[in-house]
């Protein structure tokens, strides 16, 4: 057993302690005397694969009630129950998730913007319009009254006040660049505190993406997008750069303004076009999907989905389907890998910082999707990379950092080891002393050169 998150009762008399298996499909709430340690178990959330980590405990009316987010219907969505952990009413609901408007982690549910106990009001951001755009909302205590408050469309990342009468809310879309701005909680405009210089803006003459849907092979529409040069020409032929991630609810494919359009840039400044797909699982549009990866994490139900999408782009009359690559970093290292040994699509692909057998990762990630090996065995064998890494197709080119302590090197080496078993050659550029994300500014520079010259040589 784990204890995942703690939190004071408002009475500051008890503390609420949550606790995992060592499975992670099952997630105790304890509440425990702070002086004589007496406990009593308030209810258990439960999931046939894997329960997410919630940090959406909150306690109203004095302590008597407390709202809570769970999954069990195959959707985040908010329940209220008595202190006593009997459930009183579902408050959100519909075949759409709650989700946190931005800094969590993937695996971390946090959906409650605020909560205004005096006037029975919830706060949250959601998918409710769409998969790919997250807005607030509110909603009143017994599920009655939901309002959307985010006007534009896109994403909106939302900071309440504490006496929850003011919001600040971070906007973007994949055609403006993050606005701050200053609300009232009933959505009206106050000020816009930050924007970007429309006028220097204009001048980088950016490339914006086209977002639509591909059809996976049992009709389920996947979402893309693909960027094109600003002289696009229908009747050529252009190599195609596909960025991936994979993993359950790690969407790329979102209405908002990403850093890395600066780089696909670049990419598209050098006669290359690019494109993003998520997997179903990635997609974070249910439970119920991220759960067909279970026991099977970086297994056939991601690649399948990422082999649909790229031969629906080879089918584009304006790609060159002989030249197509693949790269991503970390989970999107390890789904390059995935695709260019259990796929021959990809010409060419770069791996970052990437986990080639989950034997080699931490438990809380890898063993809520794969359980223990000795749970799981025939898991961890069919999606080992290293295993698979004599079946490599096109060239690559492996990334990691010495010092990363995310993602051991151990995972590079292993498969490297493999490929020089197999006598199969491969590019390799080792950072040292960079972590996991290969952050500083010198190293992100001549990675992302090292990364364009190895595109103009392989693709």
Request: proline share 4%.
């Amino acid at each position: 057993m784990n204890i995942i998150r703690v939190n004071w009762l408002p009475d500051s008399k008890q503390i609420a302690v949550q606790t995992m298996n060592r499975m992670q499909d099952q997630l105790d709430i304890f509440f425990a005397d702070k002086i004589s340690g007496k406990v009593k178990l308030i209810f258990k959330e439960t999931d046939p694969c894997w329960v997410n980590i919630s940090d959406d405990l909150h306690f109203i009316k004095n302590g008597k009630e407390f709202l809570w987010v769970s999954e069990r219907s195959g959707y985040a969505h908010i329940y209220r129950y008595s202190i006593d952990g009997t459930l009183i009413n579902q408050i959100t609901k519909g075949d759409w998730a709650v989700v946190a408007s931005g800094g969590s982690a993937y695996w971390v549910r946090k959906a409650i913007s605020a909560v205004d106990d005096k006037n029975d009001i919830i706060y949250f951001t959601a998918q409710e319009k769409a998969a790919t755009e997250k807005y607030l909302y509110k909603i009143k205590y017994d599920g009655t009254g939901m309002k959307r408050l985010s006007a534009e469309e896109g994403t909106h990342a939302i900071n309440f006040s504490p006496d929850t009468k003011y919001y600040f809310d971070t906007y973007s879309n994949i055609k403006t660049p993050p606005v701050l701005s200053l609300y009232k909680n009933d959505g009206k405009l106050i000020n816009q505190l930050g924007s970007y210089d429309t006028q220097k803006f204009s001048a980088l003459d950016l490339q914006r993406p086209e977002q639509f849907t591909i059809p996976a092979r049992d009709g389920f529409p996947l979402p893309a997008e693909i960027m094109k040069p600003k002289d696009f020409d229908p009747n050529k032929k252009y190599p195609l750069i596909i960025y991936v991630y994979g993993g359950p609810s790690a969407p790329q494919v979102l209405n908002r303004w990403r850093g890395s359009v600066y780089y696909d840039q670049v990419l598209l400044d050098n006669g290359y076009l690019v494109a993003l797909v998520d997997p179903r699982i990635s997609a974070a549009i249910s439970k119920k999907l991220e759960n067909l990866a279970n026991l099977q994490l970086g297994g056939a139900v991601e690649l399948n989905d990422l082999v649909d999408g790229v031969k629906w782009f080879k089918k584009q009359s304006y790609i060159d389907s002989s030249r197509v690559g693949v790269w991503g970093w970390s989970g999107g290292g390890t789904f390059t890998m995935n695709a260019m040994t259990g796929s021959k699509e990809f010409k060419a692909g770069i791996a970052v910082a990437a986990v080639t057998d989950w034997h080699f990762y931490d438990t809380k990630f890898g063993e809520s999707v794969m359980k223990t090996p000795d749970v799981n065995p025939e898991g961890y064998e069919s999606t080992s990379l290293v295993k698979r890494a004599k079946n490599l197709h096109g060239r690559l080119m492996i990334v990691h950092g010495s010092y990363d302590d995310n993602v051991h090197p151990q995972n590079a080496y292993a498969f490297m080891d493999e490929l020089i078993k197999a006598n199969i050659m491969f590019d390799l550029m080792i950072y040292p002393m960079r972590m996991h994300g290969i952050s500083d500014r010198p190293a992100q520079i001549h990675l992302y050169n090292k990364m364009l010259e190895f595109w103009k040589n392989n693709l």
